[in-house]
Protein backbone atom coordinates (compact mmCIF):
# COMPACT_ATOMS: atom_id res chain seq x y z
CA UNK A 1 0.00 0.00 0.00
CA UNK A 2 2.69 2.45 0.73
CA UNK A 3 4.64 1.47 -1.94
CA UNK A 4 3.31 4.32 -3.83
CA UNK A 5 3.41 6.94 -1.68
CA UNK A 6 5.90 9.40 -1.59
CA UNK A 7 6.68 12.37 0.95
CA UNK A 8 8.23 15.36 1.39
CA UNK A 9 9.11 17.21 4.62
CA UNK A 10 9.66 21.17 4.72
CA UNK A 11 9.30 23.93 7.25
CA UNK A 12 5.83 25.55 7.87
CA UNK A 13 7.47 28.45 5.81
CA UNK A 14 5.56 30.53 3.02
CA UNK A 15 9.40 30.36 1.17
CA UNK A 16 8.81 26.76 0.66
CA UNK A 17 5.69 26.84 -0.84
CA UNK A 18 7.62 26.13 -4.48
CA UNK A 19 9.41 22.86 -3.06
CA UNK A 20 5.58 21.25 -2.62
CA UNK A 21 4.29 22.95 -6.06
CA UNK A 22 7.25 21.24 -7.32
CA UNK A 23 6.73 17.85 -5.27
CA UNK A 24 3.26 17.57 -6.30
CA UNK A 25 3.49 18.46 -9.94
CA UNK A 26 6.28 16.37 -10.50
CA UNK A 27 4.03 13.08 -9.18
CA UNK A 28 1.69 14.39 -11.40
CA UNK A 29 3.46 14.14 -14.54
CA UNK A 30 4.48 10.84 -13.73
CA UNK A 31 0.54 10.04 -14.07
CA UNK A 32 -0.45 8.78 -17.26
CA UNK A 33 -3.98 10.68 -17.88
CA UNK A 34 -3.15 13.53 -15.78
CA UNK A 35 -4.58 17.18 -18.01
CA UNK A 36 -3.26 20.39 -17.23
CA UNK A 37 -6.57 21.40 -15.39
CA UNK A 38 -5.61 18.58 -12.53
CA UNK A 39 -2.48 20.15 -12.18
CA UNK A 40 -4.09 24.26 -12.11
CA UNK A 41 -6.62 22.43 -9.50
CA UNK A 42 -3.72 20.70 -7.51
CA UNK A 43 -2.17 23.67 -7.39
CA UNK A 44 -4.90 25.70 -5.84
CA UNK A 45 -5.23 22.51 -3.23
CA UNK A 46 -2.01 23.00 -2.08
CA UNK A 47 -1.99 26.73 -2.15
CA UNK A 48 -4.97 26.71 -0.17
CA UNK A 49 -4.21 24.09 2.16
CA UNK A 50 -0.22 24.73 2.72
CA UNK A 51 -1.10 28.88 2.95
CA UNK A 52 -3.14 27.82 5.99
CA UNK A 53 -0.39 25.35 7.49
CA UNK A 54 1.79 28.30 7.31
CA UNK A 55 -0.75 30.95 8.23
CA UNK A 56 -1.64 29.16 11.41
CA UNK A 57 -0.70 25.95 12.69
CA UNK A 58 2.57 27.04 14.44
CA UNK A 59 2.60 30.22 16.85
CA UNK A 60 6.19 30.92 18.09
CA UNK A 61 8.54 27.93 16.44
CA UNK A 62 7.80 27.13 13.50
CA UNK A 63 7.62 23.49 12.54
CA UNK A 64 7.52 20.88 10.09
CA UNK A 65 4.64 19.93 7.48
CA UNK A 66 4.78 16.49 6.06
CA UNK A 67 3.04 16.16 2.48
CA UNK A 68 2.77 13.27 1.06
CA UNK A 69 1.38 11.92 -2.35
CA UNK A 70 -0.50 8.44 -3.65
CA UNK A 71 -1.12 7.09 -6.76
CA UNK A 72 -1.78 3.49 -7.17
CA UNK A 73 -1.41 1.88 -10.82
CA UNK A 74 -4.26 2.12 -13.20
CA UNK A 75 -6.25 4.31 -10.89
CA UNK A 76 -7.45 7.57 -11.68
CA UNK A 77 -7.53 8.74 -7.76
CA UNK A 78 -4.78 10.54 -6.08
CA UNK A 79 -4.54 11.36 -2.70
CA UNK A 80 -2.27 13.67 -0.64
CA UNK A 81 -2.25 13.83 2.62
CA UNK A 82 -0.72 16.82 4.59
CA UNK A 83 0.48 16.14 8.48
CA UNK A 84 1.40 19.17 11.00
CA UNK A 85 2.10 18.89 14.58
CA UNK A 86 0.59 22.31 15.05
CA UNK A 87 -2.21 24.00 16.85
CA UNK A 88 -5.04 21.36 16.29
CA UNK A 89 -7.25 23.30 13.26
CA UNK A 90 -10.06 21.20 11.54
CA UNK A 91 -10.94 23.22 8.19
CA UNK A 92 -14.26 21.18 7.96
CA UNK A 93 -15.56 23.54 11.01
CA UNK A 94 -14.55 26.06 9.09
CA UNK A 95 -17.70 28.41 8.63
CA UNK A 96 -19.15 28.64 5.46
CA UNK A 97 -18.57 31.67 3.21
CA UNK A 98 -21.24 34.05 2.48
CA UNK A 99 -21.03 33.95 -1.66
CA UNK A 100 -24.14 35.76 -1.76
CA UNK A 101 -23.45 39.57 -0.46
CA UNK A 102 -22.29 42.87 -2.45
CA UNK A 103 -18.39 43.29 -3.14
CA UNK A 104 -18.24 45.65 -0.43
CA UNK A 105 -19.42 43.34 2.20
CA UNK A 106 -17.12 40.29 1.18
CA UNK A 107 -14.28 38.94 3.18
CA UNK A 108 -12.24 35.78 1.90
CA UNK A 109 -11.52 34.10 4.95
CA UNK A 110 -12.89 30.71 4.64
CA UNK A 111 -13.05 31.20 0.76
CA UNK A 112 -9.63 29.01 0.17
CA UNK A 113 -11.23 25.71 2.28
CA UNK A 114 -14.67 26.44 0.77
CA UNK A 115 -12.84 26.24 -2.92
CA UNK A 116 -10.94 23.01 -2.25
CA UNK A 117 -14.00 21.27 -0.52
CA UNK A 118 -15.98 22.44 -4.16
CA UNK A 119 -13.19 20.80 -5.90
CA UNK A 120 -11.90 17.52 -4.24
CA UNK A 121 -14.03 14.70 -4.30
CA UNK A 122 -13.11 13.50 -0.68
CA UNK A 123 -11.71 15.09 1.97
CA UNK A 124 -10.87 13.79 5.48
CA UNK A 125 -9.35 15.79 8.71
CA UNK A 126 -8.51 13.96 12.15
CA UNK A 127 -6.31 14.97 14.80
CA UNK A 128 -4.04 11.74 15.85
CA UNK A 129 -1.18 11.54 18.12
CA UNK A 130 -1.16 15.57 18.52
CA UNK A 131 -1.02 16.24 14.54
CA UNK A 132 -3.13 17.49 12.09
CA UNK A 133 -3.60 15.09 9.43
CA UNK A 134 -5.66 16.14 6.42
CA UNK A 135 -6.07 14.08 3.71
CA UNK A 136 -8.06 14.95 0.38
CA UNK A 137 -8.97 12.60 -2.64
CA UNK A 138 -9.24 13.38 -6.31
CA UNK A 139 -10.12 11.82 -9.71
CA UNK A 140 -8.08 12.91 -12.43
CA UNK A 141 -7.91 13.15 -16.21
CA UNK A 142 -11.18 14.28 -16.24
CA UNK A 143 -12.23 17.28 -18.55
CA UNK A 144 -14.73 19.68 -17.00
CA UNK A 145 -17.94 19.15 -18.43
CA UNK B 1 4.08 32.02 -10.44
CA UNK B 2 1.93 35.11 -12.30
CA UNK B 3 3.26 37.44 -14.27
CA UNK B 4 2.03 41.16 -13.96
CA UNK B 5 2.00 43.91 -16.58
CA UNK B 6 0.91 47.80 -15.41
CA UNK B 7 0.45 50.47 -17.55
CA UNK B 8 -1.60 53.66 -16.83
CA UNK B 9 -2.87 55.97 -19.40
CA UNK B 10 -4.83 59.14 -17.79
CA UNK B 11 -7.19 57.55 -15.18
CA UNK B 12 -7.20 54.32 -16.79
CA UNK B 13 -5.35 51.49 -15.22
CA UNK B 14 -4.40 48.57 -17.87
CA UNK B 15 -3.33 45.02 -16.19
CA UNK B 16 -2.21 41.72 -18.04
CA UNK B 17 -1.81 38.92 -16.60
CA UNK B 18 -0.43 35.60 -16.41
CA UNK B 19 0.49 32.34 -15.24
CA UNK B 20 -1.60 31.70 -12.37
CA UNK B 21 -2.55 34.28 -9.52
CA UNK B 22 -1.51 32.67 -5.73
CA UNK B 23 -0.50 33.01 -2.49
CA UNK B 24 2.94 34.54 -3.78
CA UNK B 25 1.73 36.53 -6.91
CA UNK B 26 -1.32 37.83 -5.79
CA UNK B 27 0.03 40.45 -2.94
CA UNK B 28 2.21 41.65 -6.06
CA UNK B 29 -0.64 42.20 -8.21
CA UNK B 30 -2.39 43.82 -5.41
CA UNK B 31 0.56 46.16 -4.47
CA UNK B 32 0.89 46.95 -8.00
CA UNK B 33 -3.36 48.12 -8.34
CA UNK B 34 -3.21 49.89 -5.09
CA UNK B 35 0.27 52.16 -5.61
CA UNK B 36 -1.18 53.76 -8.72
CA UNK B 37 -4.80 53.78 -7.95
CA UNK B 38 -5.15 57.35 -6.47
CA UNK B 39 -6.00 59.25 -9.44
CA UNK B 40 -7.83 55.86 -11.34
CA UNK B 41 -11.42 55.44 -12.00
CA UNK B 42 -11.05 52.48 -14.20
CA UNK B 43 -9.49 49.42 -13.63
CA UNK B 44 -9.37 46.97 -17.16
CA UNK B 45 -7.66 43.32 -16.05
CA UNK B 46 -6.45 41.40 -19.44
CA UNK B 47 -7.02 37.63 -18.34
CA UNK B 48 -6.08 35.79 -21.65
CA UNK B 49 -3.00 34.30 -20.33
CA UNK B 50 -3.90 33.65 -16.68
CA UNK B 51 -4.44 30.41 -16.45
CA UNK B 52 -5.88 29.70 -13.12
CA UNK B 53 -6.53 31.59 -9.60
CA UNK B 54 -6.71 30.78 -6.18
CA UNK B 55 -8.51 32.45 -2.70
CA UNK B 56 -5.72 34.84 -2.71
CA UNK B 57 -6.11 36.10 -6.28
CA UNK B 58 -9.93 36.63 -5.61
CA UNK B 59 -8.66 38.68 -2.56
CA UNK B 60 -6.94 40.86 -4.89
CA UNK B 61 -9.19 41.09 -7.30
CA UNK B 62 -11.82 42.06 -4.20
CA UNK B 63 -9.76 44.55 -2.97
CA UNK B 64 -9.47 46.31 -6.57
CA UNK B 65 -13.52 46.15 -7.11
CA UNK B 66 -13.80 47.62 -3.71
CA UNK B 67 -11.59 50.47 -4.56
CA UNK B 68 -13.34 51.23 -7.82
CA UNK B 69 -16.51 50.97 -5.77
CA UNK B 70 -15.94 53.06 -3.58
CA UNK B 71 -15.07 56.09 -6.07
CA UNK B 72 -17.82 55.24 -8.35
CA UNK B 73 -15.37 54.00 -10.65
CA UNK B 74 -15.55 50.88 -13.11
CA UNK B 75 -13.31 47.61 -13.39
CA UNK B 76 -13.45 45.20 -16.09
CA UNK B 77 -12.26 41.66 -16.57
CA UNK B 78 -11.44 40.76 -20.26
CA UNK B 79 -10.58 37.15 -21.56
CA UNK B 80 -11.16 35.38 -18.79
CA UNK B 81 -10.97 31.35 -19.13
CA UNK B 82 -13.14 28.85 -18.52
CA UNK B 83 -11.88 27.48 -15.63
CA UNK B 84 -11.12 30.94 -14.15
CA UNK B 85 -15.16 31.91 -14.74
CA UNK B 86 -15.72 28.29 -12.71
CA UNK B 87 -13.95 29.44 -10.08
CA UNK B 88 -16.01 32.88 -10.09
CA UNK B 89 -18.78 30.75 -10.27
CA UNK B 90 -18.66 28.84 -7.47
CA UNK B 91 -17.20 31.85 -5.13
CA UNK B 92 -20.46 33.92 -6.17
CA UNK B 93 -17.89 36.11 -7.50
CA UNK B 94 -19.82 36.29 -10.67
CA UNK B 95 -22.43 38.63 -9.32
CA UNK B 96 -20.02 40.85 -8.37
CA UNK B 97 -17.46 41.38 -11.29
CA UNK B 98 -17.64 42.50 -14.67
CA UNK B 99 -16.37 40.25 -17.32
CA UNK B 100 -15.79 41.12 -21.16
CA UNK B 101 -15.11 38.84 -23.60
Known sequence: MCTNTRKICVKADA???????????????????????????????????????????????????????NHEPGSDCISMTFTDQGRPYNPMEEVVPDINLPAGKRKVGGLGVFMVRNT????HYENMDGSNILTIKKRIGQEQD | MADIKKEISGTTMNIALGGILDTKSAPQLQDAIMESVADVTEINIDMAQLEYLTSAGLRAILVAQQEMDDKDGKMTLKHVAKEIIDIFKMTGFLSILTIED
Request: net charge negative; charged share 30%; with cysteine.
Open chain 1, 120 to 123: VDDI
Open chain 1, 15 to 69: QNIDEVFDFIEGELEDIEGVCRQDVLKMHMVVDEIFSNITNYAYEEETGDVIISF
